[in-house]
């Protein structure tokens, strides 16, 4: 332990200024004791050079530890998010083909349907005028339904794909919020 200051040099201005050379040195050792009590109290709280390169190592092991602790949690979650996907694609893929079943069903049945009325109206045509009449009716009433089916195809094209971005959108919404999560 050093002083930063020469004692002899102190004691030395002390008698110079009216004090005895006995009073010049207790003031000094005093001062010396008070210095070393200070320096013994941030000593005790310092840490030697060692044990902070000891405290740093640990640190740093613990955290490459979180590290790779946090990239196999990271491989796991984005393989579970991988198979999500996949069975959301498998089922999206599904509903479409029974939608595009019952559409397929739909128009079959709207086609025979018109094909027999459009039958049914040829026989009346060819009985009389007031049959006549009704066959006007009947095609008026048969282009009403069509069209109205053409409508409800219409409608159920625009849910279908509805259904679809709107479960296009979650998958991407759940993806980027896990992905958000790890980063």
């Given at each position: 332990r050093k002083l930063?200051?020469?004692?002899?040099?102190?004691?030395?201005?002390?008698e110079q200024n009216g004090f005895t050379t006995q009073q010049s040195e207790v003031i000094v050792s005093a001062l010396v004791k008070i210095m070393n009590t200070n320096l013994d109290i941030i000593y005790k709280d310092m840490v030697t050079k060692v044990q902070q390169e000891i405290a740093l190592q640990q640190v740093m092991s613990h955290i490459g530890g979180v590290k790779k602790d946090m990239i196999i949690l990271e491989k796991s979650e984005f393989s579970a998010l991988r198979s999500e996907n996949e069975k959301i694609k498998l089922e999206l893929q599904q509903i479409k083909k029974q939608v595009m079943d019952e559409i397929t069903k739909v128009r079959a049945d709207n086609k025979l349907n018109l094909n027999l009325e459009k039958s049914r109206v040829k026989e009346l045509v060819s009985?009389?005028?007031?049959?006549?009449?009704?066959?006007?009716?009947?095609?008026?009433?048969?282009?009403?339904?069509?069209?109205?089916?053409k409508t409800m195809l219409e409608s159920h094209k625009l849910d279908n794909i509805k259904y679809l971005a709107g479960s296009i959108f979650t998958c991407l919404t759940v993806a980027l919020g896990f992905y958000r999560l790890w980063i």
């Amino acid at each position: 332990r050093k002083l930063f200051f020469d004692t002899h040099a102190l004691v030395c201005l002390l008698e110079q200024n009216g004090f005895t050379t006995q009073q010049s040195e207790v003031i000094v050792s005093a001062l010396v004791k008070i210095m070393n009590t200070n320096l013994d109290i941030i000593y005790k709280d310092m840490v030697t050079k060692v044990q902070q390169e000891i405290a740093l190592q640990q640190v740093m092991s613990h955290i490459g530890g979180v590290k790779k602790d946090m990239i196999i949690l990271e491989k796991s979650e984005f393989s579970a998010l991988r198979s999500e996907n996949e069975k959301i694609k498998l089922e999206l893929q599904q509903i479409k083909k029974q939608v595009m079943d019952e559409i397929t069903k739909v128009r079959a049945d709207n086609k025979l349907n018109l094909n027999l009325e459009k039958s049914r109206v040829k026989e009346l045509v060819s009985c009389h005028a007031q049959q006549d009449r009704a066959l006007t009716q009947t095609d008026r009433k048969i282009d009403t339904e069509v069209a109205d089916l053409k409508t409800m195809l219409e409608s159920h094209k625009l849910d279908n794909i509805k259904y679809l971005a709107g479960s296009i959108f979650t998958c991407l919404t759940v993806a980027l919020g896990f992905y958000r999560l790890w980063i």
